[in-house]
């Protein structure tokens, strides 16, 4: 079973950047799309992008889209998340989330995910 290592996330100010990594061990093969998914206190879990393991499609949120950006590394099994021009609304847990199916945008089509790295704006 693969495992994910998230990281990078942290404390910075309103309109800062972040650039958190998650790397896939074990069986990166069976991986064919990665999502970030964050869950603020008190609120529901909400995707924010996800990739395609080939790295030819992506997706995101309206809530970050224009200021978030993922990309991936094939040669180092990691995918990035990097977040620009944060705002407070963007604190959260962040996790990482791997899933077998091609094009999975929505949270149930998850089947591995990582520990969660914090992030936290503050204004």
């Known amino acids: 079973q693969e495992q994910l290592v998230a990281s990078g996330g942290g404390l910075v100010q309103v309109g800062g950047s972040l650039r958190l990594s998650c790397s896939v061990y074990g069986h990166p093969e069976e991986t064919l799309s990665m999502g970030w998914v964050r869950q603020a206190l008190g609120k529901e879990r909400e995707i924010v992008a996800a990739?395609?393991?080939?790295?030819?499609?992506?997706y995101y949120s309206d809530s970050v889209k224009g200021r978030f950006t993922v990309s991936r590394d094939g040669n180092k099994n990691t995918v990035y998340l990097q977040m620009n021009s944060l705002k407070p609304e963007d604190t959260a847990l962040y996790y990482c989330?791997?899933?077998?199916?091609?094009?999975?945008?929505?949270?149930?089509?998850?089947?591995?995910w990582g520990q969660g790295t914090q992030v936290t704006v503050s204004s």
């Open positions: 989330a791997a899933s077998s199916i091609a094009g999975a945008i929505a949270e149930e089509f998850f089947n591995s």
């Open positions: 990739i395609s393991w080939t790295g030819t499609s992506s």
